[in-house]
């Protein structure tokens, strides 16, 4: 037997849960756009429904590792790869609960017609998914140069909720009777802020994990 | 990336006990120990890990010269020890030896009683009165956690003794000599679990009172007990720092591969 395969099945084991558990919030944004473009009330209770699967799967990496930490008893980077597998599922996890809150949003605004096309909200949807693959790569491969990529993103993130929230304000002066929708927007922007937030805190995490130190990606 | 937070430093002012300076030491061509530079702070744990055959036993035996009744070792460099040197000839091994203890990794009682053991060294120091070796046995046998097992069989042959409570007792006869330093050579690498638990928790109590270096095959225990771990490579301290560090982040790659399970 190779030296600490167990370990490194272990470990592997839990990254794939990992991956998973990305590829379902990913999934779950995805829709909950989807459904916030098409007015499709359906699929947003869909995707309410759906987030237990979420909660689950961050549950089974949490006991994946602590058993993994009381078999193995890694140490150094062996062990900072398994805390932080804990971490950033708990991060992924965050984003999923977004795509629920606008799905609930979504609900809110009901059929009402949209004021305007959701552009902003679909490129900062874009930056989220591009993140998270990048995210959970830099996780998996140890990559610090994606790691980095993450955190830019998130200054583009940043900048497009500004926009994004400035425009809604001056809708919101112009035609003021679609005040609720309009708020309603302004929630899902930050959500979407909030949530890219959160990839840059896996970001963080995978630079603790490859160095030893801490670093805040987020200023 | 703004702030970079460094967790670890070492805030401690304590002295030297040992200061190891280019110590060198050769089993005839066999070069055993090469350019030893180590400082061991008093009321620590110092641990020292490595592979099977680095010198780790090699270096413990040199700290109280046990190293010399090997024939063909010759040693370069310099071992102070509380501030003079005892590879110098005019240091006489008998005062080392009354200040330095020693811990085996196989359980070496005499085949005496158990009181016998303890006294042993106090009688060769020249220590006859009763009243005095009884008050010995006691405070010994206490401090290696063992008195309340054996105070009603004193006079029992301590080869009846369990192997955990047999590595208490050599801890006991060692303490009686009232030492400022103990070494200790895989002390528990011969017994159970629970023993092996009962002998790490005496030397985080012994601690406040010695300075403990121990040699450990078993990395959770050095992760466990010491203060600070150096790490030994075929013959070289390859890192040696605060266990805290040497266990989260070793700064050599070589230290994290062992530590690591990745060889050894
Ligand atoms: N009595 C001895 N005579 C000759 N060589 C020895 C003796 N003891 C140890 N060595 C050699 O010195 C090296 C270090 O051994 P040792 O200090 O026992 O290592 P460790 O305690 O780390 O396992 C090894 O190469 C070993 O073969
Ligand atoms: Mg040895």
Redesign the pocket.
Known sequence: MAIREKYNTELKELQNKLTELGHFSIDALEKAVIALESQNVDLALKIMEEDTKANILEEEINDAAMLLIAKQQPVAIDLRRVIVAIKIATDIERIADFAVNIAKSTIRIGNEPLIKPIVHIKKMYDLNRDMLRLSIESYNEEDLDKAKRVSKMDDEVDSLYGETIKELLQINLEKPEFRSQITQLSFICRYLERSADHMTNIAEHVFYMVKGKRYDLNT | MASVIEHISDETNRENVYKTKELNLWYGENHALKNINLDINENEVTAIIGP??CG???YIKTLNRMIELIPGVKTSGEISYRGRNILDRSYKVEDLRTKVGMVF?KPNPFPKSIYENVVYGPKIHGIRDKKILDEIVEKSLKGAAIWDEVKDRLNQNAYGLSGGQQQRLCIARCLAIEPDVILM??PTSALDPISTLKVEELVQELKQNFSIII?THNMQQAARISDKTAFFLSGEVIEFNLTNKIFSTPSDKRTEDYITGRFG
């Open positions: 099977s055959g780790k036993s090699t990794q050579d895989e040699v």
